[in-house]
C-alpha cells in the first residue's frame, strides 16, 4: 500500500467546483442588494435603486436552485465514482490522503446505463438552475 497525495479534482470536478463557487459567489453578491419589499434586506440595498434591488432579489432566489442542482451533481458525481468505478473519494477527502495498492488494476468499463443517467442529471440540473421548475 502506498500513499498518494498531490492528487485533486479530475478536470471536470475541478470545473465543477469552480462552477459552484461561481454561483455562490453570484448568490452572496445578488443577497447583499436584495430587498423582499417586508421584511428583509440585503446590508446594501440602499446604494441601489428599488427597482434594481427587486431585480436581485429576483436573481437571488433564482440562484439558489442552481446552487442546490450543482451541489447535488458534485454528490451524485462521488456516488457514481464509489459505485461505478468502486473509488472511495470521500474518505480521502476527510484523511488528507489517498491509500492505493502497488498492483495496477485494469479500470472498470462503465456499465451503459451511466451516460443516459448522467445526460438526465444534467437536464434535471438545467431545469432547477432555470427556474422553469413547476412550483
Avoid: C
Amino acid at each position: 500500500m502506498l500513499f498518494r497525495s498531490g492528487q485533486g479534482h479530475n478536470p471536470l470536478g475541478a470545473l465543477s467546483v469552480l462552477a459552484i463557487l461561481a454561483v455562490l459567489s453570484a448568490q452572496v453578491l445578488s443577497g447583499l442588494f436584495a430587498n423582499d419589499e417586508i421584511a428583509f434586506s440585503g446590508p446594501l440595498a440602499r446604494w441601489v435603486s428599488d427597482d434594481t434591488s427587486i431585480w436581485l432579489t429576483g436573481k437571488h432566489r433564482l440562484l439558489a436552485y442552481g446552487v442546490y442542482a450543482l451541489l447535488g451533481l458534485h454528490v451524485l458525481a462521488i456516488v457514481a465514482y464509489r459505485f461505478i468505478k468502486r473509488e472511495d473519494l470521500v474518505t480521502p477527502m476527510v484523511l488528507g490522503h489517498q491509500t492505493v495498492s502497488t498492483e495496477v488494476a485494469a479500470p472498470a468499463a462503465a456499465p451503459r446505463w451511466a451516460i443516459p443517467l448522467a445526460i438526465f442529471g444534467a437536464a434535471a440540473a438545467a431545469v432547477l438552475a432555470s427556474g422553469l421548475w413547476p412550483r
